[in-house]
């Protein structure tokens, strides 16, 4: 029988994977785990010019800064923008608001992590900046925003998103079912790329009643903290399932599932 891949990353990253998976022999099977919700203002968005430092702490990040602030004059050549990995800072690059001048710095490819330590690592092996602004989600972590403002920069953040859970489509759930009932399906892997869609996705397996079957999955995850989180979730039901790390980018996750 074909494996099956549960992708659960936002609604338009999967895609790619999924199309490179099934060519490899799988089932992938689309299920974002979260909805990214744009949050509107009224006041001004805050301009890169105004800060010598602009860290995206995600794509997405990137993605509705970009859409929302008015760049016509494209980023400035001071203001050094910062991403906590590789794929972002590609997207940057290849935005219309960024030219050949702009300056973009992030952890490099063969880093053990793409996250805040790694970006730390980064911007504290050079000249820290006087003002920064970190473009941000509703929730996450503040470790980065904390080590710049203990180093003396003054640091703002602006908030452009939030997430919540996606609810699991009726399709979705019976094809769930149909896997969990049959004896001969081998173990569907998760891919998981964040606390919030970990939390999200074991919610929706007990809603569906699923969560034991969930519980004895593979999974595939993109930071240590994820998995540590995840196995104290499924250790509660007396499964201690095969989970495989890997940095979040196409060719290490196809990697990971592959051999999971």
Known sequence: MQPTAVLTRPAGRNEALAARLCAAGWQALLLPALVLESLEYTDPIPAPGDFDLVVFVSGNAARLYLAQANLAEGWPAATLAATVGPASAQALREAPQFGPKSRIVHPSADAPAYDSEALWQVLSSQALPRRALLVRGEAGRDWL?????????????????????????????????????????????????????????????????????????????????????????????GQTPMVKTCIPADDSIFQAIADV
């Open 145 to 237: 925003a904390e080590r710049l403002a203990q180093a003396g920069v003054d640091v703002y953040s602006h908030v452009l998103y939030r997430r919540r859970p996606a609810a699991w489509p009726q399709g979705a759930v019976r094809q769930l079912r149909r896997l969990a009932d049959d004896a001969q399906a081998p173990p569907a892997v998760w891919l998981l790329t964040s606390i919030a869609s970990i939390d999200a996705v074991a919610d929706a397996a007990r809603a569906a009643g699923l969560f034991e079957w969930w519980a004895r999955s593979r999974f595939v995850v993109t930071h240590p903290r994820q998995e540590e989180h995840l196995l104290a979730i499924v250790r509660g039901s």
